[in-house]
Antibody
């Protein structure tokens, strides 16, 4: 059974940073494209970034303007999202997903950006 | 900036058929396949369809999809109360080199 468990969320002040993690199990992590997405009531579901199985190619939503970095550790089956210069509008539930078309999703981790 | 456009809401009574449209452009739906997702806010989204009309195992055949040109559709037949959720289309866009999601359609069972 595919399991994706996000962690690392919480309350952060505007301008601050957070690092999200996603622990994967139940599939061959090193062979899978992995993705970070988020959901907010204002914007709905929003794709943020994905990373190739070998970690050597990444793609980002233009709206992030270079503030977020996706990475992975295939030896530990972990996916990461480093989020910098956080803004109020980054408040959302953050999800990791697996597969070429977001086949499986985690339960999400909340991030709140507020002073 | 390319977008995928969905109606904000759709509704029907139990047993009826509801169709949700997704309109894009040549850089996304015009050349790439569409996926559809069901989402209850606060829970994990679920992939309903991929490659335009393929259903993952476990998804009822009441859910079907199609694509023509730069538009796609999700059809929910035999509407049930459990189908009340938000539905999103998504596709890769070659001009921005990223995935686009539609704004979502809230389905209500009257």
């Amino acid at each position: 059974e595919v399991q994706l468990v996000e962690s690392g969320g919480g309350l952060v002040q505007p301008g601050g940073s957070l690092r999200l993690s996603c622990a994967a199990s139940g599939f061959v992590f090193k062979n899978s494209w992995m993705t970070w997405l988020r959901h907010s009531p204002r914007k709905g579901l929003e794709w943020l970034a994905n990373i190739r199985p070998d970690g050597k190619q990444t793609y980002y939503a233009a709206s992030l303007k270079g503030r977020f970095i996706i990475s992975r550790d295939n030896a530990k089956s972990l996916l990461y999202l480093q989020m910098n210069s956080l803004r109020d509008e980054d408040t959302a539930l953050y999800y990791c997903s697996e597969g070429n078309s977001h086949d499986y999703w985690g339960q999400g981790v909340p991030v709140t950006v507020s002073s | 900036q390319p977008v995928l456009t969905q109606p904000p809401s759709a509704s029907g009574t139990s047993g009826q058929t509801v169709t949700i449209t997704c309109s894009g452009s040549n850089s996304n739906l015009g050349r790439k396949s569409v996926s559809w997702y069901q989402h209850l806010p606060g829970t994990a989204p679920k992939r309903l369809l991929y490659d335009n009309y393929q259903r993952p195992s476990g998804v009822p055949d009441r859910f079907s999809g199609s694509k023509s040109g730069t538009s796609a559709s999700l059809v929910i037949s035999g509407l049930q109360s459990d189908d009340e959720a938000d539905y999103y289309c998504a596709a890769w866009d070659d001009s921005v080199m990223g995935w686009l999601f539609g704004g979502g359609t809230k389905v209500t069972v009257l």
